[in-house]
Each structure stands twice: as structure tokens, then as C-alpha cells.
């Protein structure tokens, strides 16, 4: 009798042992790494809108949106969105310098097929989008002002829509914005 | 020292895990489309592969039979979770590129394979010497798809960012087939094929 219950109890109190060893070694890692992820990922950030806007001083992040200052001005807004590409989300850092102009875009993370639709990440095709006026960011194809890529029109019309769609979105919550700081200087 | 050194050598080329015993698989598809990527995933792997290896191997006669495989899968799924966080500390860029695959180590058979084949049953110099074996013979192979399918798909080899070769007409016009998952089907089979004709298996 005794030995039938050791039996049950035994592999029991064992595989608890072993997971609750587990669990502490994995969150003395998770404490561990925690900050230096975090950090990571500002660093991250903090050099994407520094390649778009070069004159950045300081950031500030409200909203989703990310207003760019050079000393004490606005030079403009950044904000990430993503579109679905060929082989999966594409997250774009999408600058504008104001309610109509882009300023530049980044490809921050995709899944495209090497040599056809990543070539979205190359330097020809990201500074294509620098400067236009929102109504002209469509494929030429499409009547717009930027070249697609040959062979990954899924991939180049992905990136060209989740650019201008999210710049017309957000440009609504800009001229709000500018309000509320100036009445907050009063 | 012969018998550590048989263990070890045998993964590399006798029993590859990829092209002998066909295990791991599912990475070595998906991921070999880049040598950053297979130099980061078979890190991955190499770790996790020895610090399971030597867990179970330390742990094999006080693990009670009923539970070892959920004993084994415990140890392996918190090895890759901190890999996962490590990578994430410390290579942002290759998390990034390997995306899902590197919490998939869970799941590599070689891994779990490994722990309940071999290190379940041999003492723990005898499991680092099979883990290390395994690991490069992994790391050879998805070294080898990932060459091919990015020679053939992109006509240019870069590691790193850094551009080593650039083919002449390839790089113009790829063979973009090599870099979609049917190129990955078509080299390693291959490729095993190959290994089946040199006669790798006779000893199996």
C-alpha cells in the first residue's frame, strides 16, 4: 500500500519540483533581461527617427504619434504602422513634416521574399517616398509617383497603401495636437 | 577520450541530424534562407541542445519513468525561453530574422530526440560530446542549404550585410525559386539524396 502510493507520488511531486524550479530560473531571466530589452528597444526607435529626421534634438511619444523637435521646434511627426505584405505584416516608421508632405519612410521589420518583395527594404525604393505630397504616394500603375518593384507589385503596393492610408489617419490628430501644446504654454 | 571523441564525431557526418536522420527538418526548411539566419538558428540550437543534454543527463536516474518526457520538454522549453530573451537583450536584429523559429526549438525533434535517445541513457561527458556533434552536424547542414538557396535565389552571398561574392548574370536575374519554401524542398532532398548515394548511411 505504501509503496502503490510512492509510486503515484513520487513522478507528482517530482514534475512539480522540476517546473518550479523552472519558473524561478526563467523569471530570475526575465528580471534580468528585462531592461536591457526595453532599452533595446528605444535605442531602436530612437536611431529610426534619427534617420529620418537628422536635425533631431529630443522626441516625444503621445498618441502613437511621435513629435520630432530640433531644440525648441516641431520639425515634424513620425508614427509606425504596418501593411500586409506578401509574406506577412511589414511595421513602416513613417515620418511627415507636416499635414501634406512626407518626410521619409523606414521598413522597420518584414517577412518578404529575399531578392523579390525585401527589396521594399532597400535605399532606392524607401527615399522614393521622401518629400511627396500625400495624394501622389500610390504605384505609378497605380497614377502615383513611386517606381514598384519588378516581380513584387503585392509587396510595393503593401508598403505604398499602409503609408498613405495611416498618413491621412493620423495627419487628423495633428493640427489637435498643436492646439492643445499652445494652449498649455498660457 | 576515443569514446567522447567517437560520440562527438559521429553527428557531424554518420548520424547528421539533418541529412541522415532527417530530424529537425521544419527549421532547416524554413530558415536556410540566409547564412546570418542559419549561423543564428543553429546557435539557437547548439545551446539549448547542450544545456538539455547535460540536464537530462544529470538528472537520469532520479527522473521517475512516467514523467521523463514531461520532465525533458520542461527543461527544454525553459532553455529555449531564455535563449529567446538573451537574443532578444543582446542580438535584436537576428530575433528579429528568426522571428517564430527560434521559440519553435521547443519543438525540434533533434533536441527532445537527443535528451530521450541519448542523454536519458549515458553519463554527462558522453551527452556535451553527442550534444556538441549534433549541434555543428546541424550547423554544417543548414550552412549548406542556406549557401545554395542563397547563391542560386539571390545571385550573392552576403553575411552580416557584408557582400562577399556576386555571381555575374545570377545577381541581375535570380532564381528567386531557390529562396521560396519549394527551392527549400528541392535542395535538401537533394541533397539527401546525394548523402544516400556516397554511401553516408551504410552504417545506420
Same mark, same amino acid.
Given at each position: ?24 530560473v526563467l523569471?530570475l531571466t526575465y528580471q534580468a533581461t528585462k531592461d536591457t530589452i526595453e532599452e533595446q528597444q528605444d535605442a531602436k ?39 500586409? @505584405? ?22 522597420i521589420s518584414?517577412q518578404?521574399?529575399? +531578392? ?14 521622401? +518629400? ?11 497614377? @502615383?509617383?513611386?517606381? @514598384? ?38 | 577520450? *576515443? ?11 554518420? *548520424? ?11 527549421p532547416? /526548411?524554413a530558415i536556410?534562407?540566409s547564412i546570418d539566419n542559419a549561423l543564428g538558428m543553429s546557435m539557437g540550437v547548439a545551446i539549448v541542445l547542450l544545456g538539455s543534454?547535460? =540536464? ?20 527544454i522549453a525553459s532553455f529555449v525561453t531564455i535563449i529567446d530573451l538573451l537574443f532578444q537583450a543582446y542580438f535584436p536584429p537576428l530575433h528579429q530574422s528568426l522571428g517564430i523559429y527560434l521559440p519553435l526549438i521547443v519543438v525540434n525533434?533533434?533536441v527532445?530526440?537527443? !535528451?530521450? !535517445? ?8 558522453? *551527452?556535451? !560530446? ?5 549541434a555543428?552536424?546541424f550547423m554544417?547542414?543548414l ?12 545571385? =550573392?552571398?552576403?553575411?552580416f550585410g557584408?557582400?562577399?561574392?556576386? /555571381?555575374?548574370? /545570377?545577381? *541581375? ?10 527551392? !527549400? ?12 548515394? =556516397? ?6
Open positions: 500500500m505504501k509503496s502503490a502510493l510512492s509510486n503515484y507520488a513520487r513522478p507528482i511531486l517530482f514534475l512539480t519540483l522540476v517546473v518550479f524550479i523552472a519558473v524561478s523569471s526607435i530612437k536611431s529610426t527617427l534619427q534617420e529620418l529626421f537628422p536635425a533631431l534634438d529630443t522626441y516625444e511619444y503621445q498618441d502613437s504619434l511621435y513629435t520630432i523637435y530640433s531644440q525648441d521646434d516641431t520639425i515634424g511627426y513620425a508614427f509606425l504602422t504596418s501593411g500586409k @505584405g506578401y509574406g506577412g505584416n511589414i511595421d513602416i516608421m513613417v515620418g511627415i513634416e507636416n499635414e501634406t508632405t512626407l518626410k521619409g519612410i523606414l521598413i518584414q518578404e521574399t529575399p +531578392g523579390l518583395g525585401n527589396r521594399i527594404t532597400e535605399d532606392w525604393f524607401t527615399s522614393s517616398f521622401a +518629400g511627396l505630397s500625400l495624394s501622389d504616394v500610390f504605384l505609378k500603375k497605380d497614377g @502615383g509617383a513611386i517606381d @514598384g518593384i519588378t516581380g513584387a507589385t503585392i509587396s510595393s503596393r503593401a508598403v505604398v497603401d499602409a503609408v498613405r492610408e495611416a498618413a491621412m489617419e493620423k495627419i487628423k490628430a495633428i493640427p489637435e495636437r498643436t492646439q492643445a501644446k499652445a494652449g498649455d504654454l498660457e | 577520450m *576515443s569514446r567522447l571523441r567517437k560520440e562527438f564525431l559521429k553527428g557531424i557526418i554518420i *548520424s547528421n541530424p539533418v541529412f541522415v536522420l532527417a530530424l529537425g527538418l521544419c532547416a /526548411l536556410s534562407i543534454n547535460i =540536464m537530462v543527463a544529470t538528472l537520469r536516474k532520479i527522473v521517475p519513468n512516467a514523467v521523463r518526457i514531461p520532465v525533458f520538454i520542461v527543461i525533434c533533434i527532445l530526440g537527443r !535528451a530521450e !535517445a541519448f542523454a536519458s541513457k549515458n553519463p554527462i561527458f558522453d *551527452s556535451i !560530446a553527442d550534444a556538441l556533434g549534433i555543428i552536424g554544417l547542414a550552412l549548406l542549404v542556406s549557401f545554395i538557396r542563397q547563391m542560386l535565389g539571390t545571385g =550573392m552571398l552576403t553575411v557584408k557582400e562577399l561574392l556576386r /555571381l555575374p548574370g /545570377l545577381a *541581375s536575374h535570380p532564381m528567386a525559386l531557390f529562396v521560396l519554401p519549394p527551392g !527549400a524542398f528541392l535542395v535538401i532532398a537533394l541533397l539527401l539524396a546525394l548523402f544516400r548515394r =556516397m554511401g553516408v548511411l551504410k552504417n545506420e
